[in-house]
């Protein structure tokens, strides 16, 4: 699956949406990846609120969320590429939007293809991160981001 | 002497009569023998003369315009339940993996076009009147937008609908027309039954059936065994659940000659309605 220069291979068992969000003013929404093991119900925060509580203990929750160019250059976005092969010591249980238990999760800030983003993963649980990561870690290689495709509109980033 | 050449000359003309009439008889069966296309050739007609009937008479081939639909990919069968990738029709990308989802999934098969598709499509924007059970999720599944407009489909889709445009998926299940509906089993990853309906309730009394019987399909489960099992493996499960039954080859129980052999005697057989009681117990 591809759009607005996100591209993926899914693994078996995963789903997921790439999408911008509608606006309605004058505000520009920049691109949002979800990529989960379970069912990605039709309305999800940018960052799982609505889905991450469906997860299962054998579940992973990904999201790949794009800021605005006038956040590329800063130090937030200084590390170049997507980490593609995460440690189990990467995740925090603590490391949550919404702080779930039994879950844990791991946010990185990158720029690749010269837009900023940020890569949150959440784990169904902190106690399988053996088995959960390497499966995480399968999405991540599948990944490619590719430059803005066609110029941003103009107007306030809404990410 | 008179007599006998006359009476011999009768009777070489009346075989001559009785020849003739085989030989038209003959003629006749063979020229509805070619009539009906049955390649008895035809004289008239000079296999050379004509390329298109060339085949007109000999024993080779011949070649019948037939048109097989695309090939399953490998490892897929009649129950399998692979991931739908495709466009939204705001030009999103999204990605539907039933078999993986844990629950059941419902994919409705629409188009814009068809007319039996539109009540389908209104029924859609009130989801809370559509009757599925709690925890089945509905995906609508159109053509990509090589063959429909994505326009279109937004226009008939309801906000908060799941839509994927993608043609591959209609090869990967198969779908004969539209509107056409596939339940899966997120649990097990098969199909659980797919059919047309003219009326969407039909389908949610199917699916809550489903949900009901879903124990019966639960991993590990004879059904969830059986589930795409065909052939010398259907036949090999079955002999395996018999010998665990006791019933081994030749057993009389195997081979019933009369209504006793399969329900006792009549008097002791209960009432129909005593023996789904004691079953149930």
């Not at chain 1, 291979?9 to 093991?37: M, N, S």
């Not at chain 1, 069912?39 to 609505?50: H, N």
């Not at chain 2, 097989?68 to 009649?78: A, T």
């Not at chain 2, 399909?217 to 002999?239: C, I, K, M, Q």
């Given at each position: 699956m591809q759009a607005h220069g996100i591209a993926v291979e899914l693994p078996d068992g995963f789903e997921g949406r790439i999408f911008r969000r509608q606006t309605d003013g004058p505000e520009v929404a920049c691109a949002v990846g979800h990529f989960a093991t379970f069912a990605l119900p039709e309305e999800v925060g940018d960052f799982g609120s609505g889905a991450v509580t469906l997860m299962g203990e054998y579940d992973v929750f990904a999201v790949l969320f794009e800021y605005g160019p006038e956040s590329g250059g800063t130090r937030l976005f200084a590390r170049e590429g997507m980490p593609r092969a995460l440690a189990t010591s990467d995740f925090r249980p603590y490391v949550l939007r919404r702080g779930l238990p039994g879950q844990s999760g791991t946010q990185w800030f990158f720029t690749e293809g010269g837009r900023p983003f940020t890569l949150y993963v959440v784990l169904g649980s902190h106690a399988r991160r053996p088995v959960l990561v390497p499966r995480a870690n399968g999405l991540l290689e599948q990944?490619?981001?590719?430059?803005?495709?066609?110029?941003?509109?103009?107007?306030?980033?809404?990410? | 002497m008179v007599a006998l050449v006359v009476v011999l000359?009768?009777?070489?003309?009346?075989?001559?009569?009785?020849?003739?009439?085989?030989?038209?008889?003959?003629?006749?069966?063979?020229?509805?023998?070619?009539?009906?296309?049955?390649?008895?050739?035809?004289?008239?007609?000079?296999?050379?003369?004509?390329?298109?009937?060339?085949?007109?008479?000999?024993?080779?081939?011949?070649?019948?315009?037939?048109?097989?639909?695309?090939?399953?990919?490998?490892?897929?069968?009649?129950?399998?339940?692979?991931?739908?990738?495709?466009?939204?029709?705001?030009?999103?990308?999204?990605?539907?993996?039933?078999?993986?989802?844990?629950?059941?999934?419902?994919?409705?098969?629409?188009?814009?076009?068809?007319?039996?598709?539109?009540?389908?499509?209104?029924?859609?924007?009130?989801?809370?009147?559509?009757?599925?059970?709690?925890?089945?999720?509905?995906?609508?599944?159109?053509?990509?937008?090589d063959r429909e407009i994505p326009g279109e489909v937004a226009a008939l889709a309801s906000p908060g609908l799941d839509v994927v445009m993608a043609s591959d998926a209609w090869t990967d299940y198969e779908v004969p027309g539209s509107p056409f509906f596939v339940l899966v089993d997120g649990t097990t990853g098969r199909r659980l039954g797919e059919g047309v309906a003219s009326q969407f309730a039909q389908v949610a009394d199917l699916v809550r059936r489903a949900e009901v019987d879903g124990a019966g399909f639960g991993p590990g489960t004879r059904a969830d065994r059986l589930v795409g099992l065909d052939g010398p493996e259907r036949e090999s499960d079955n002999d395996a659940e018999l010998r665990a039954a006791g019933i081994l080859p030749g057993d009389p129980s195997l081979y019933p000659t009369s209504l006793e052999d399969l329900y006792g005697p009549p008097d002791a057989r209960m009432p129909a309605t005593d023996r789904h009681v004691r079953r149930a117990g």
């Amino acid at each position: 699956m591809q759009a607005h220069g996100i591209a993926v291979e899914l693994p078996d068992g995963f789903e997921g949406r790439i999408f911008r969000r509608q606006t309605d003013g004058p505000e520009v929404a920049c691109a949002v990846g979800h990529f989960a093991t379970f069912a990605l119900p039709e309305e999800v925060g940018d960052f799982g609120s609505g889905a991450v509580t469906l997860m299962g203990e054998y579940d992973v929750f990904a999201v790949l969320f794009e800021y605005g160019p006038e956040s590329g250059g800063t130090r937030l976005f200084a590390r170049e590429g997507m980490p593609r092969a995460l440690a189990t010591s990467d995740f925090r249980p603590y490391v949550l939007r919404r702080g779930l238990p039994g879950q844990s999760g791991t946010q990185w800030f990158f720029t690749e293809g010269g837009r900023p983003f940020t890569l949150y993963v959440v784990l169904g649980s902190h106690a399988r991160r053996p088995v959960l990561v390497p499966r995480a870690n399968g999405l991540l290689e599948q990944m490619t981001v590719g430059p803005q495709p066609g110029p941003m509109p103009s107007g306030t980033p809404w990410n | 002497m008179v007599a006998l050449v006359v009476v011999l000359g009768l009777v070489v003309t009346g075989l001559a009569v009785l020849v003739a009439g085989l030989l038209r008889s003959h003629a006749d069966i063979l020229k509805a023998l070619h009539d009906l296309g049955a390649g008895v050739g035809d004289p008239s007609v000079s296999p050379n003369a004509d390329p298109a009937r060339a085949d007109i008479g000999s024993t080779r081939p011949v070649a019948v315009p037939f048109t097989m639909g695309p090939q399953l990919p490998p490892g897929r069968d009649s129950t399998s339940a692979p991931a739908i990738a495709g466009v939204t029709p705001g030009g999103d990308a999204r990605a539907v993996a039933p078999a993986g989802s844990g629950g059941l999934t419902l994919l409705a098969f629409l188009s814009t076009g068809c007319a039996s598709c539109a009540g389908f499509w209104e029924s859609f924007r009130e989801p809370s009147r559509l009757g599925l059970p709690t925890g089945a999720r509905l995906v609508v599944v159109t053509k990509g937008p090589d063959r429909e407009i994505p326009g279109e489909v937004a226009a008939l889709a309801s906000p908060g609908l799941d839509v994927v445009m993608a043609s591959d998926a209609w090869t990967d299940y198969e779908v004969p027309g539209s509107p056409f509906f596939v339940l899966v089993d997120g649990t097990t990853g098969r199909r659980l039954g797919e059919g047309v309906a003219s009326q969407f309730a039909q389908v949610a009394d199917l699916v809550r059936r489903a949900e009901v019987d879903g124990a019966g399909f639960g991993p590990g489960t004879r059904a969830d065994r059986l589930v795409g099992l065909d052939g010398p493996e259907r036949e090999s499960d079955n002999d395996a659940e018999l010998r665990a039954a006791g019933i081994l080859p030749g057993d009389p129980s195997l081979y019933p000659t009369s209504l006793e052999d399969l329900y006792g005697p009549p008097d002791a057989r209960m009432p129909a309605t005593d023996r789904h009681v004691r079953r149930a117990g």
